[in-house]
T-cell receptor, first 116, second 116 residues
């Protein structure tokens, strides 16, 4: 079984500043993948970044990067140079494949507000 | 074409109505998903199709009936719904076998369903 926990229901950041969204997870699988998805208000969910658990190097996509601490089962998302368009609900998710049949397990989400 | 489309965008139905939601993708993905999402909550998995066969049914009530006529199309037939079924219904697809956790899921914009 997989669980994903996001302990920050809401976060806010000033435009151009940096913000970090927290996520912890638990899984009994040895091979799994972690994702951050973004869902802007009334718009569709899109993938922000993906991390393979077997890779030690933290994933980076432009202004988005993760801090993956496998032993601590922690997977935080850092957004640098925040922009107004980053305002959205962010979901952390895990996908273990195997016996979990590739099911995405989502955290409860963090609403990010970006102030001009 | 790198998108998942869903129709209709909005749907209002009475408890005695029969209606259908439609989802389409032309990315050659062989896994397709239906999710239900309440406001400010994560998506909840309902059904998974892999190679046009139903692979996962998350104990969804029989008033929801999925159908996958071909590899590009996914329907969700609705009958005798309850007001608590009002939600955003999301469709997603992914490119690899669902047993692989690596593949990201591509989400459609959703159908906003209101049951009166």
């Amino acid at each position: 079984a997989q669980t994903v926990t996001q302990s920050q229901p809401e976060m806010s950041v000033q435009e151009a500043e940096t913000v970090t969204l927290s996520c912890t997870y638990d899984t009994s699988e040895s091979d799994y993948y972690l994702f951050w998805y973004k869902q802007p208000p009334s718009r569709q969910m899109i993938l922000v970044i993906r991390q393979e658990a077997y890779k030690q190097q933290n994933a980076t996509e432009n202004r988005f990067s993760v801090n993956f601490q496998k032993a601590a089962k922690s997977f935080s998302l850092k957004i640098s140079d925040s922009q107004l368009g980053d305002a959205a609900m962010y979901f952390c998710a895990s996908n273990a494949g195997g016996t979990s049949y590739g099911k995405l397990t989502f955290g409860q989400g963090t609403i990010l507000t970006v102030h001009p | 074409d790198t998108e998942v489309t869903q129709t209709p965008k909005h749907l209002v139905m009475g408890m005695t109505n029969k209606k259908s939601l439609k989802c389409e993708q032309h990315m050659g993905h062989r896994a397709m998903y239906w999710y239900k999402q309440k406001a400010k909550k994560p998506p909840e998995l309902m059904f998974v199709y892999s190679y046009e066969k139903l692979s996962i049914n998350e104990s969804v009530p029989s008033r929801f009936s999925p159908e996958c006529p071909n590899s590009s199309l996914l329907n969700l037939h609705l009958h005798a719904l309850q007001p608590e079924d009002s939600a955003l219904y999301l469709c997603a697809s992914s490119p690899t076998r669902i047993a692989s956790g690596r593949a990201e899921q591509f989400f459609g914009p959703g159908t906003r369903l209101t049951v009166l």
